[in-house]
């Protein structure tokens, strides 16, 4: 199950990386598009190191389940913030 749900978080970490970017680039304006670029991959890399301190701390047997369960929590704030998005991008 540990492996099946890795495999299944990697994909979807390699789409967001590819996706989102371009997503972010196609609704922000002109003037900021550098700038919001900038913002996926910082905040890409600061939750990995997050991530990392988050299984340093917590790698203690009765804790570990927490660290697996973390995603899930920023997957139902996704989910509820899901409604607000643009639809399609700029024409």
Known sequence: MLIVGR???????GASSA???VYLNEISPARMRGAIGVVHQISFT???FIAQIAGLLLSEPP?????????????LIQL???PFGVQSPKV
């Open 7 to 13: 495999l299944v978080t990697g994909f979807g970490a």
């Open 19 to 21: 996706v989102v970017p």
């Open 46 to 48: 600061t939750g990995i």
């Open 63 to 75: 804790y570990w389940r927490v660290v697996l369960a973390i995603p899930c929590v920023f997957c």
């Open 80 to 82: 509820a913030i899901l």
